[in-house]
Structure formats: C-alpha cells, structure tokens
Antibody, heavy 119, light 112 residues
C-alpha cells in the first residue's frame, strides 16, 4: 500500500525549531518529487515547499524562505522539513504529499502532523 | 505568484442535484510544454486532501465518473453531476504550472 506518515509535530515557542519527518512506503520514493503543504486550523491549503527526486533542487513559499529547509534521505525513504525561527502564523497541520510524475499534481497525501507555535 | 480564485466559496446542494465550482487563475496556466497543470482536490471533514482530477480533466483512478473537470487557459470548472452524501467537503483547485504552487481558497459543498 502506498503510504505517507508524518511525525515530529508538537508545541513550540516562538523562535523555536522543529523537524518534521515523512516516512514513505509502498512506492519507489527516490523517483518522486515531494512536497510539504500546511493548513492552519479552519483555513485552506497552503503550499510550503518542494524537493526534487534527487534532493538537489528546492522551492519554497516566500513565507518560509530562509527559515524552513526541506530535505530527504532516499536510502531511508524519508522526507524532512526543518522549521526554524517559528512564528505563531506557522501554526498548522503539515502534510507531506507526493507529486505525480508529469504533472506534479499532489496525488498521495499523509494524514498530517500538527505544529502549534505559542508563547 | 498565480492567484487562484474559486467561486462560490459555499455551495449548498440537494442530494442528487448537480454542483459546479469555478476556478479562475490570475495568469494562464499553459506551461511552456503545452500542458495545463490544473488539478482539483477534495477534502472531506477530518481527512487529508485527495486528488480527484489532474491536467484539467483527467480523473484519478477510483474517482467516480460523476466528477468531471473542464476549462482552458485561466478558467476552469469542476462539475458533480449528481451530488451524493459522501461528496460533502471542501474542494480546492491547484496549479502546478509555476512555482510557488498555489491553491484556491476552497469551496465548501454541503447538503441543504
């Protein structure tokens, strides 16, 4: 079964850091672009970042550029999101998602992990 | 950034009746490769999003054929021919033509 499972969310104070993980299974992880998308409570979806299959090319939303770092370990089938200098507005459920080959439509999603930034 | 504008934001529908959601982009979504990377996702209450349609009109395997997508350039539509109870949720359009990827604000489909 194709699956993505996020972990690493939690409570953190403003200015703090968290590292999210996304464990992939059931497919050849190293062949796909991977994304992070977030959703603040009661709000819509916001794209955060994308990493190519080899881990060499990244894109970020302006709101997280310079603070978040996306990476992957293809040997361990795991995607990461290092989140630094966290702000209250980063509070959200964070989803990892797989980009479809040829279109990059987000075809597989994890269940999400909640990040709460509060003082 | 490409802004995706969905209308309506809320759509009360009677079971068995059709529903239609519009999505308009602030720029053409035609990629330099000639393809248009517009997709539709469904998010049921308490669930992660689920891809329904990609490249305007291609249904994902397992998606009922009552869902269809159409459009071109900057104007796109998702139609549900006969709404069923399991269709309740929020529907998002998303463009993957350009970075940053962007979503519409979502359209809530509910049964009236």
């Amino acid at each position: 079964e194709v699956q993505l499972v996020e972990s690493g969310g939690g409570l953190v104070q403003p200015g703090g850091s968290l590292r999210l993980s996304c464990a992939a299974s059931g497919f050849t992880f190293s062949s796909f672009w991977m994304h992070w998308v977030r959703q603040a409570p009661g709000k819509g979806l916001v794209w955060v970042s994308r990493l190519n299959s080899g881990g060499s090319t990244t894109q970020y939303a302006d709101s997280v550029k310079g603070r978040f770092i996306i990476s992957r370990d293809n040997a361990k089938n795991t995607l990461f999101l290092q989140m630094n200098s966290l702000r209250a507005e980063d509070t959200a459920v964070y989803y990892c998602a797989r980009g479809q080959k040829g279109s990059d439509a987000l075809e597989i999603w994890g269940q999400g992990t909640m990040v709460t930034v509060f003082s | 950034d490409i802004v995706m504008t969905q209308t309506p934001l809320s759509s009360p529908v009677t079971l068995g009746q059709p529903a239609s959601i519009s999505c308009r982009s602030s720029q053409s979504l035609v990629h330099s490769d000639g393809n248009t990377y517009l997709s539709w996702l469904q998010q049921r209450p308490g669930q992660p999003p689920r891809l329904l349609i990609y490249k305007i009109s291609n249904r994902v395997s397992g998606v009922p054929d009552r869902f269809s997508g159409s459009g071109a350039g900057t104007d796109f539509t998702l139609k549900i021919t006969r709404v069923e109870a399991e269709d309740v949720g929020v529907y998002y359009c998303m463009q993957t033509t350009q970075f940053p990827r962007t979503f519409g604000r979502g359209t809530k489909v509910e049964i009236e």
